[in-house]
Each structure stands twice: as C-alpha cells, then as structure tokens.
T-cell receptor, first 113, second 113 residues
Framework: EAGVVQSPRYKIIEKKQPVAFWCNPI?????LYWYLQNLGQGPELLIR????????DSQLPKDRFSAERLKGVDSTLKIQPAELGDSAVYLC???????????FGEGSRLTVL | AQSVTQLDSHVSVSEGTPVLLRCNYS??????LFWYVQHPNKGLQLLLK??????LVKGINGFEAEFKKSETSFHLTKPSAHMSDAAEYFC???????????FGSGTKLNVKP
C-alpha cells in the first residue's frame, strides 16, 4: 500500500513569490491534514479536511495561505506571497475514520530567501 | 484543553543502554496518547498509542510506554538503545474524538557507539 505522497520535497523561492505543495493521501483515508513544522518544534495544524470539506482551518493564515481538496482526494496548499518566516517543513497526513493514527508524508521543505 | 510537555529537548545515550524519553500531558478528558518518531528528512511514524486499554503499551522496535494517570505522564522507554533509534520523538495527545492532535516540541535522541 502506498503511503502519503508529497511534492515537491524541497523548494527554494524568493520572498513574495508564490508556492504550492501537493499531497496525495492513502487511498480510502477521508481525513487529510496539513501541518506546519518549524525547526526544533512539533507539528502545528494548519487545516483539516473531512472528504472535501475544510472542517478546521482556524490556524490557517488566510491572508496568504489557501488550500483545497477537490473530489476529496488530493490536496494542494498554496502560499502567496511567501514571506521569510514561512520557511519550514509542510507536512501532510491522512487518517481513516476514528483510528486515531496519523499517516504522514515525508514533508515539503520550503526555504524563502 | 489538551497539551503535552516533553521534558527533555535532547537525550544522549550509549548503544545498549536504556532509553527514557519523558512526556507529561494535560487533558480535560480521558486522553488518548501517542508517540511518533521522525528520522531525518522522513515523515513521522507511529511508535505506539494508548487509548484507555492496558496502561503499559508496547510499540514497534522494542519501545513501550506506561500511562500513569496519577502523574499525568506517558514516558517512552526502551531497554537497550540501538544506533538506528537516533531520531526525534514526539509525544501527542488527542481530543476525545481524534479531531485534534496536540504535539509536544520533540525530544532528539542521540545514540553513541
């Protein structure tokens, strides 16, 4: 069974440029999460989807961040424009029902110059 | 509200000696608790989980953790460290319905030859 797939693994951009990250969750997992992980810290939730509905986006900085999960499968997280402080690892995770287990992708490491 | 505190940001042990990674939690409900491991440039992987069954939980790779309600602790242990255990470990508490996961700040485990 394929795991959670994220791309790109690494991205370097200039500040004020846009960037997008893509996530393909494990087949059949209805719940999808985007987390932000700063260096030396634990992951922090940005947004949670149940199928195609964003059910928790309270921590998503909506002035520059957006996300979508069309058809309840793949998801894209976008930042426009990027700021220096957005340099971090963006993690995607998925889960099935109420198992309580999160399955993580390897992350997308963003460097903003 | 739920939260976790990982008491050590770095732990260093010699190969073959015991490992102890400490975690204290705060929860308004009977908590579900998890330990995840993150190897460099990899996604987080579930080590073990406690969901109100046996208080001593066994996980993968010889790790185990004991839920102690009186001490609000969920420390991770392993009798004998292996070089491959070098990684960052995250303690996690969830909301009662597994909708929110609260990560600790992580403990980096270094294993010396």
């Amino acid at each position: 069974e394929a795991g959670v797939v994220q791309s790109p693994r690494y991205k370097i951009i200039e500040k004020k440029q846009p960037v997008a990250f893509w996530c393909n969750p494990i087949s059949g997992h209805n719940t999808l999460y985007w987390y932000l992980q700063n260096l030396g810290q634990g992951p922090e939730l940005l947004i949670r989807y149940e199928n195609e509905e964003a059910v928790d986006d309270s921590q998503l900085p909506k002035d520059r961040f957006s996300a979508e999960r069309l058809k309840g499968v793949d998801s894209t997280l976008k930042i426009q424009p990027a700021e220096l402080g957005d340099s971090a690892v963006y993690l995607c995770a998925s889960s099935a029902g109420d198992s309580g287990e999160l399955f993580f992708g390897e992350g997308s490491r963003l460097t903003v110059l | 509200a739920q939260s976790v505190t990982q008491l050590d940001s770095h732990v260093s042990v010699s190969e073959g000696t015991p490992v102890l990674l400490r975690c204290n939690y705060s929860s308004s409900y009977s908590p579900s608790l998890f330990w995840y491991v993150q190897h460099p440039n990899k996604g987080l992987q579930l080590l073990l989980k406690y969901t109100s069954a046996a208080t001593l939980v066994k996980g993968i790779n010889g790790f185990e953790a004991e839920f102690k309600k009186s001490e609000t602790s969920f420390h991770l242990t392993k009798p004998s460290a292996h070089m491959s255990d070098a990684a960052e470990y995250f303690c996690v508490v969830t909301s009662w319905n597994f909708n929110k996961f609260y990560f600790g700040s992580g403990t980096k485990l270094n294993v010396k030859p």
